[in-house]
């Protein structure tokens, strides 16, 4: 580490990537192909895109396409330039980055904004299929909720349980993040199903369910932090793009690059199809999850929903992966938490049982007493999510570039860095503001069982 350190300010000064291709065409060709490294990093991003309406009725109709479209533009940026900083110092993962740069004190902060993220997201999933499959279930059985003996089968603890521990939790124990491509697959096909299912049910919804609809084209409303929260919730994706990348055959910038950009580019389309969808047909009343906003019997609606909660509980292991991952030195998946507490010791499959078996309890827990999704959302996209994309990757490249660092060339990396410190405080603190605020008890609501 102290000799790697010795050559800082000389890893600034490089103008090409010569010496990095040199490198990465000695890099072994195995691990996933470029279309599975897109699909896991499509699938992080837009796995929670039926979230995106609600960051429309937060921000209005205007701001939130410029936000939606800004953002994914920065998160591109921003990916591209961890990669860029972990090239520059030879690190292979967003916590020896940081602590290449920062020391031990880089090393516990990113530890602990990409658990925050990573197991808020965890929550959120869980907390969606409670919302979902439910309803498919009492679809396709009417009444089975007051059946004696199996009636609790329909209920949202038991579904919230059945599909964490039957499903989420064999796939988080996977110890290789590429294994989870076909799952991504068939999570972006249930995606596909959602978009069009609000695109065409949308329109059709009751006019009483619906929301105030000279609302709808308010261009800014008073939420506006929060609603960066939500999005930047929905499309961060740094704290496993370093996984991500690690499992892709011949990690080269290039072929890095290529992976962002399609990614990105293919998020934000369905992404906005599906925000505009579900805000535009039910405006200042569309929830933080917007299949919630239809009737319970609507059939094709109830289609997307099962493939949301297909969605969810497939995507959730990815960020099991981040809680509990990180490269090693030797190339081998070791245990976020495993880090800092287990570094340097040699793998241990009970450790990695229980590290994951006490991760996906607590989030069961945690989804099992709640169903505010909203606040989940911007909660931990506000607080995390930014810090994340928009402070940590332009810090360390400061650290790294050479020259000083109120020169023109800087000010890019200088106003990120500024913006996700203002988004990060103001956001998390307008959302706690209004949880915290006294609740009207006509107006409150609670979680079914």
């Known amino acids: 580490m102290t000799g790697s350190r010795t050559n800082r300010s000389g890893i600034g000064n490089r103008r090409e990537y010569g010496h990095d291709q040199a490198l990465d065409a000695k890099l072994p060709d195995h691990g996933g192909s470029l279309f599975s490294s897109f699909l896991n990093m499509a699938n992080s991003i837009i796995g929670a895109g039926a979230c995106l309406p609600f960051a429309f009725q937060e921000a209005g109709l205007g701001m939130g396409i410029i936000l939606l479209c800004a953002l994914t533009w920065i998160v591109d940026w921003t ?9 520059l110092s030879g690190r292979t993962t967003y916590q020896d980055l940081l602590e290449f740069c920062f020391g031990k004190t880089g090393l516990i902060a990113i530890s602990i904004f990409q658990f925050i993220f990573a ?18 279930l009492q679809a396709l059985i009417p009444g089975i909720e007051d059946w004696p003996v199996i009636g609790f089968m329909a209920r949202r603890s038991f579904v919230i349980i059945f599909c964490t521990v039957m499903i989420s939790y064999p796939l988080s124990l996977y110890r290789d993040i590429s294994k989870l491509a076909k799952t991504s697959a068939v999570a972006m096909l249930a995606l596909v199903v959602i978009i069009i299912a609000v695109m065409i049910e949308g329109p059709r919804a009751p006019m009483e369910i619906r929301g105030d609809p000279d609302a709808v084209w308010s261009f800014a409303r008073p939420k506006l932090f929060q609603s960066i929260g939500v999005i930047s919730f929905a499309f961060v994706c740094h704290h496993n793009s370093f996984l991500i990348f690690g499992s892709l055959q011949k990690p080269t910038i290039n072929r890095v690059k290529m992976v962002t950009h399609l990614s990105m580019m293919v998020s934000l389309l369905a992404c906005m199809i599906l925000a505009l969808s579900g805000y535009l047909s039910f405006s200042n009343k569309t929830q933080g999850n917007i299949l919630n906003n239809f009737p319970s019997d609507n059939l094709i609606i109830n ?3 099962f493939c949301f909660g297909v969605n969810m509980f497939t995507t959730l292991p990815l960020e099991s992966f981040v809680c509990r991952e990180a490269s090693s030195t030797s190339c081998l998946l070791s245990l976020v938490i495993e880090t800092y507490y287990f570094a340097g010791k040699p793998f241990s499959m009970k450790r990695h049982v229980i ?7 607590v989030a069961l827990l945690i989804a099992l007493m709640t169903c505010n999704l909203g606040f989940v959302l911007e909660v931990t996209g506000g607080f995390s999510a930014t810090a994340l994309a928009f402070i940590l990757p332009p810090l360390c490249y400061l650290k790294l570039a050479s020259g000083p660092i109120l020169s023109t060339k800087k000010l890019p990396y200088l106003a990120c860095l500024g913006f996700g410190i203002a988004v990060m405080i103001l956001s998390t603190f307008f959302s706690l503001e209004h949880f915290l605020a006294p609740k009207d008890p006509a107006g409150a609501s609670t979680c079914p069982m």
């Open 79 to 87: 990916v591209g330039l961890l990669v860029h900083s972990g090239k």
């Open 119 to 136: 197991f808020g997201a965890m929550c959120a999933y869980t907390v969606i299929v409670g919302d979902t499959l439910p309803h498919v």
């Open 303 to 305: 289609i997307a929903r």
């Open 355 to 361: 590290i994951t078996t006490g991760l996906v309890s």
